[in-house]
């Protein structure tokens, strides 16, 4: 279900980079405030990351980054369930310290395409909102440690790379993130070496029962339920 885009060249802007190497993820000067005077004068800049996998799963992202840091986020994941196909869809912002700003994530499958779940969160109220076949469901969590959302295995959703990133941004920003869990609708706290785990070649997010590695640029791989590793790819070198 990958549609033709245009293929834009990756580029590592400075605070993330900063971020993600080399750091961690404690004991040091926070990277953000380390980066914050690059950024302020660092263009907009605007990324397409591709991934295929041997199993039938794809997806692609498209990151734009603020000059301020701040980054929206577009992602569809599709995932390979046997013979049948679940697109993940995610919108997402996070702003310029690492804190998820707002998410619409949807999962849509089965012959006619419906959507089967649709999550949205709202740190900044503190309201988290999923639909899905069973019903319609509201709660208030807490936002003062940023969210991350973990997938929702009923619906068919996996980890992706637009969650996965949200995870790293959230343990680089902060101790603790609050890891919303769609189908408990609920959200538990979670230290960050519980959800990021530095590596020689990067760090390891863990979503659920899926993981991903991820490098100074971005996700660069993404493991679903151990049945399939789904890796970054250049754009001229995936096959639509």
Not at 130 to 157: F, L, N
Request: some cysteine.
């Amino acid at each position: 279900m990958m549609r033709s885009i245009t293929f834009t060249s990756s580029k590592t802007s400075t605070f993330t980079a900063l971020a993600l190497v080399g750091l961690g993820l404690a004991g040091c000067a926070s990277p953000m405030e380390m980066g914050r005077e690059d950024r302020s004068a660092a263009a907009a800049t605007e990324d397409v990351f591709f991934f295929a996998g041997s199993a039938g799963t794809s997806a692609h992202v498209t990151r734009k980054i603020a000059a301020d840091g701040a980054e929206t986020l577009h992602g569809e994941t599709e995932i390979a369930i046997g013979e049948s196909r679940r697109v993940i869809v995610e919108d997402v912002t996070i702003d310029a310290n690492g804190h998820l700003e707002r998410a619409e994530v949807a999962v849509v499958g089965g012959e006619g395409g419906e959507t089967r779940v649709h999550m949205r969160l709202d740190p900044s109220r503190g309201i988290a909102e999923v639909r899905s076949i069973d019903g319609a469901s509201t709660w208030r969590m807490p936002s003062e440690e940023p969210w991350v959302y973990a997938p929702w295995s009923q619906g068919g959703s996996t980890a992706t790379p637009v969650s996965a990133w949200v995870a790293m941004r959230a343990a680089v920003a902060s101790p603790w993130a609050r890891v919303v869990m769609p189908e408990a609708r609920a959200g538990v706290l979670s230290p960050r070496d519980q959800i990021a785990v530095p590596t020689e070649a990067g760090t390891t997010v863990v979503l659920g029962r899926d993981g991903a590695d991820v490098d100074g640029t971005f996700v660069a791989r993404l493991h679903v339920g151990g049945s399939d590793a789904c890796a970054r790819v250049k754009g001229n070198d995936l096959v639509l």
